[in-house]
């Protein structure tokens, strides 16, 4: 990758959309215990927004679908995204009559400290997204004109409608030619491993890119039994060897995968971390840097590695460096409030990236 040729620092031109749910976040300041709290810190968030958010910051055409409340939350959610340049046109504003509870999910965070870790505690059952007919939309009208479509697992947890219309858009997004990238996030609070296991092998077939950790689990074989000797066996952190194994079994049972990545997290404490990553990409598994760092917001850190995936593959990298800019971004990301990555500068990813220190396991 040449890092002085200026067409990196511009938009590749693709349009980016998703689809997903977003949240109000409420956290005790100064690390607080939320049964001691007697304030929140308001924030909005959710997966597929924050990497919405993410790309827009990078100057990326990035567009949000999702459903919210037609009141002051759910208006103040989409006033957020647009202020980080995210287009929400699509975002609908529920009535009542669409959806009888008419709320924004709500998600309580406790952030750790040193020795204690963080805490997320749900409120989102029966939210706007969850309750709205998506029966009505026409994904091939909503998808019409993008290039990239991005979904994870989490907003097909939240209800058989949102779960029905997300394969539905998978499809279509295939028909119409777009990249799809999914990101497995398995909630357990939300449904569990087997209709996770059982909803994410409908979805494999149609997916470009892949991230995460779960779905090497989530999915049965030919003969159709489960892979638990890989949920029971493969390590959080993994080696080399161990996860081109993998990488590999999973490319030959789905050879529409143009490129799997995960990153690897090492908890020194609930403040410092390691990060680094693992892509398989064009035949080949690759391995990047590993960052230590200082935590100050935890939250959103696998959205900021895929998102920077995304704009490196949007722009071209080198497969070494797309994998260490995904890392990066998510470094970077653990270092600001909320749950997405405001950064809008390419070169501190990239400076990050390259910087010259040597850091060991």
Same mark, same amino acid.
């Given at each position: 990758?040449?890092?002085? #040729?200026?067409?990196?620092?511009?938009?590749?031109?693709?349009?980016?959309?998703?689809?997903?749910?977003?949240?109000?976040?409420?956290?005790?300041? #100064?690390?607080?215990?939320?049964?001691?709290?007697?304030?929140?810190?308001?924030?909005? &968030?959710?997966?597929?927004?924050?990497?919405?958010?993410?790309?827009?910051?990078?100057?990326?055409?990035?567009?949000?679908?999702?459903?919210?409340?037609?009141?002051?939350?759910?208006?103040?959610?989409?006033?957020?995204?647009?202020?980080?340049?995210?287009?929400?046109?699509?975002?609908?504003?529920?009535?009542?009559?669409?959806?009888?509870?008419?709320?924004?999910?709500? %998600?309580?965070?406790?952030?750790?400290? *040193?020795?204690?870790?963080?805490?997320?505690?749900?409120?989102?059952?029966?939210?706007?997204?969850?309750?709205?007919?998506?029966?009505?939309?026409?994904?091939?009208?909503?998808?019409? &004109?993008?290039?990239?479509?991005?979904?994870? +697992?989490?907003?097909?947890?939240? &209800?058989?409608?949102?779960?029905?219309?997300?394969?539905?858009?998978?499809?279509?997004?295939?028909?119409?030619?777009?990249?799809?990238?999914?990101?497995? #996030?398995?909630?357990?609070?939300?449904?569990?491993?087997?209709?996770?296991?059982?909803?994410?092998? !409908?979805?494999?077939?149609?997916?470009?890119?892949?991230?995460?950790?779960?779905?090497?689990?989530?999915?049965?074989?030919?003969?159709?039994?489960?892979?638990?000797?890989?949920?029971?066996?493969?390590?959080?952190?993994?080696? %080399?060897?161990?996860?081109?194994?993998?990488?590999?079994?999973?490319?030959?049972?789905?050879?529409?995968?143009?490129?799997?990545?995960?990153?690897? !997290?090492?908890?020194?404490?609930?403040?410092?971390?390691?990060?680094?990553?693992?892509?398989?990409?064009? *035949?080949?598994?690759?391995?990047?840097?590993?960052?230590?760092?200082?935590?100050?917001?935890?939250? +959103?850190?696998?959205?900021?590695?895929?998102?920077?995936?995304? %704009?490196?593959?949007?722009?071209?990298?080198?497969?070494?460096?797309?994998?260490?800019?995904?890392?990066?971004?998510?470094?970077?990301?653990?270092?600001?409030?909320?749950?997405?990555?405001?950064?809008?500068?390419?070169?501190?990813?990239?400076?990050?990236?390259?910087?010259?220190?040597?850091?060991? !396991?």
């Amino acid at each position: 990758m040449d890092h002085h #040729n200026p067409l990196l620092n511009q938009t590749s031109g693709q349009k980016f959309i998703t689809f997903g749910e977003i949240m109000l976040r409420l956290t005790p300041p #100064n690390y607080g215990k939320i049964r001691v709290a007697n304030n929140f810190e308001a924030s909005y &968030g959710g997966s597929e927004a924050n990497i919405a958010l993410a790309l827009a910051n990078l100057n990326v055409d990035s567009t949000f679908f999702s459903v919210v409340p037609n009141n002051s939350l759910g208006k103040s959610a989409v006033r957020m995204l647009r202020s980080n340049d995210v287009h929400c046109t699509p975002v609908i504003l529920s009535t009542p009559e669409e959806t009888p509870t008419h709320r924004l999910g709500i %998600y309580y965070l406790e952030t750790g400290y *040193g020795i204690r870790p963080s805490k997320v505690t749900y409120d989102r059952k029966h939210s706007a997204i969850t309750e709205f007919d998506f029966s009505q939309i026409d994904p091939k009208a909503l998808l019409e &004109g993008y290039d990239w479509l991005h979904l994870s +697992g989490i907003t097909p947890a939240l &209800g058989p409608s949102c779960a029905e219309f997300t394969l539905r858009l998978m499809e279509c997004a295939k028909e119409l030619g777009l990249t799809v990238s999914f990101d497995g #996030n398995f909630r357990s609070l939300l449904w569990t491993w087997e209709q996770a296991r059982d909803y994410c092998t !409908r979805c494999l077939p149609f997916v470009d890119v892949l991230f995460g950790i779960e779905p090497y689990h989530l999915w049965r074989d030919e003969e159709n039994h489960d892979r638990g000797d890989w949920k029971d066996g493969l390590p959080m952190q993994p080696s %080399y060897e161990a996860q081109d194994e993998v990488f590999q079994a999973f490319v030959s049972r789905y050879p529409n995968l143009k490129c799997i990545a995960r990153h690897v !997290r090492y908890a020194h404490s609930g403040s410092e971390n390691s990060l680094m990553a693992y892509m398989w990409y064009q *035949g080949h598994t690759f391995e990047s840097r590993l960052f230590t760092f200082t935590i100050l917001d935890r939250v +959103g850190g696998g959205d900021a590695f895929a998102s920077g995936l995304i %704009y490196a593959m949007m722009h071209g990298y080198k497969p070494m460096d797309m994998v260490n800019f995904a890392v990066a971004s998510s470094v970077i990301k653990h270092t600001i409030h909320g749950d997405g990555n405001i950064t809008d500068d390419v070169d501190s990813i990239r400076n990050l990236m390259n910087m010259n220190y040597d850091i060991k !396991r």
